[in-house]
């Protein structure tokens, strides 16, 4: 293993971080001095205990695979090798009452073995070194007489670092506007920038690294599959006049305007009027991995919301919220 993926903090429990494949596609053999039942028995060594089933999280790790603890708290080791219980022995139908076993696995054995870290809680940023994670192994013979016929340690590290950004607040100046430059109920001003810029953005690598391990050989190693995103939410301060378009009130006070209100767009200030925002709904954009600084394009503009309407002040003001899965 040799990866670096990132798990912000608002990612879902149950998220697959490292996905690795061992293929061994190989038949046992075992000869015994007696004759008796063969037995085969999958266990965990060196596990620092258990978190629960892949279900409990959510996870689409397949259903019953049991999750591991991990020197990382908030990440979990699992393994889908076909068995979903441990240091329980399975008898070998094929192998009844004899001394020379040929172990096909009933489609077991052969098949591959996939280990998964997933999410399975708030991580605790760090390194998890390969060979602190658990050690799958396989034991084929007869009652007392098992000898371990695989084992799959783990070389190399992981490294899960904590990517954020800087996100000040946005102050849109809107203008000025007289009475007179509204033509009636629904019409507006000119649109004015209202984008949020994050800034300082560490990188964000994506998850889903892995690898793929044949027969012992050299693991071949992938970046991860998936990037990183985050989402923008936003809800007014004051009351919404009609949040499918992204209308608010004004503040209150005793200078206040009336009749009009504050409408809210995505994309530029030739693009928002035909993407309304509709407030609590988050929109989700995918971050770059070179980190920097992200904008999340948005515009703002008044609009007329009553028949009459008076002059005044005209504030508002919107809370974003901002979460990196």
Known sequence: MNATVSAPADMPLG???????????????IKCTEQGQFYTLQ???????????????????PVGSVVFKTSMPGVGFALNSGYTVYDVPHAAAVCVNSSNCIWNGD????????????????????????????VYSELFGQDGFMVTTMAMPFTGSITVPPPSCTTPDVAVEMGTWSVGDFRGKGSGTEWQDASIRMTGCDNFYGYRAGHNLDNGGTASLSEPVYKNKYTVSLSPQSAAIDSNSGIMSVAEGDNSASGVGIQIGMGSVASAESRLV???NPYQQDISSAGSTMTFPLAARYIQTNERLRPGKADGKVTFTIAYK
Do not use: C, H
Not at 15 to 29: D, M, S
Not at 43 to 58: C, P, R, V
Not at 108 to 123: E, F, H, Q, R
């Open 107 to 134: 489609s077991i054995v052969n098949a591959a073995s996939i280990m998964y870290l997933i999410k399975t809680g708030p991580i605790t940023p760090g390194t998890i070194i390969g060979a602190s994670l658990p």
């Open 278 to 280: 509709t407030f609590g």
């Open 43 to 61: 266990k965990m060594a060196t596990s620092a205990g258990t978190l629960g089933k892949a279900e409990d999280f959510n996870s689409p790790v």
């Open 15 to 29: 998220t697959i971080l490292y996905r690795g494949v061992f293929n061994r596609p190989i038949q046992v053999a």
